[in-house]
């Protein structure tokens, strides 16, 4: 489904929401996730985003690596890359690092891509709110 070199077993995901699945709200993770089925809501996921081509998502995703092969309706930033396959469709604005775009995929929005300074700015305020949470966890 992916190609060569992504991973496409069930062990190599952390959450998979199937093909017959339906999820309204925002999801959060710190693993991959595997996304076949619907979703309305917002993905913030630290590790990887899988969007199979039978998947449609109705929200901003924001992720390190993500592999598109379905619909996305919403903003998209990757700190890492952003995969676009040729069975994609994604709709609204994108923020990445690096970008791949397969011939057939279709993309309407803008694109910023990244410097190597902005991409380890996002990382230092992304661990800068993690141990801020931390803190305040272990103070109550």
Known sequence: MFGKGNPGNAESFDTIIGINSKF??????KGTIRIDGKVF?????D?????????TITGNIN???IFI???????VESKGILKIQSSAKLYGDIT?????TEEGSEFEGNCKMLS?????????????KKNKGNKASVAE
């Open 116 to 128: 190597a300074t902005q991409k380890e700015n996002l990382s230092a305020k992304d661990n800068l």
């Open 96 to 100: 990445v690092f690096s970008i791949v």
């Open 63 to 65: 992720a390190n690596n």
């Open 69 to 75: 092969s379905g619909r996305v309706e919403g903003n």
């Open 47 to 55: 590790g990887d985003v899988y969007v199979g081509k039978d998947a």
């Open 41 to 45: 809501g917002n993905l913030k996921i």
């Open 24 to 29: 309204e709200g925002n999801i959060e993770t």
